[in-house]
């Protein structure tokens, strides 16, 4: 096996997805067993103090390797891009004005997996509320966080949910 160094840039970003697809993997498995163990209620509580802060955390690691904009939407945006736990799942960062970004998932293996499952109690809303947030507040303070459309999907082809990220005016 060779080092980083010394990979083409294809198996480099094999590996990187590799790794998001592990993490994700993780993600799932711990959550199954703490459900098992604590119940859905305890499992899911446990898992948004988790991803709040998992936020503090990628953001002080990622702004210790790139140079990123202290803050604004622009800032969370450009960060957003960076977490590589996003790698797996299909999304559009669409800042369509000064005022607001617009994250769209359209491919989310999370959601689907739940869905494969016949899971009635979802995850998403609260525990992305809380990394969104989390993440959002980290960056900027004046950043308020609203989901447009969470699941369930009606159908798989629709998207699988849509978050607002606004500036509030200084």
Known sequence: MKALEDVSREELLRRLRLAADLASAIDGLWFLAAERSEGFEKALQMDVEVWERYASVFLKRVRKYFPLPSGGLEGLRQIML???LWLHVEYELIHDRTDRLILEVKHCPFLEAMERMGRTQLTCEPVETAYLTALAQAVDPGI???????P????????CCRWQFTAEAD
């Open 82 to 84: 960076l977490d590589p």
């Open 144 to 150: 308020r966080v609203r989901p447009l459309l969470l």
């Open 152 to 159: 369930p999907r009606q159908e798989p082809t629709e998207v």
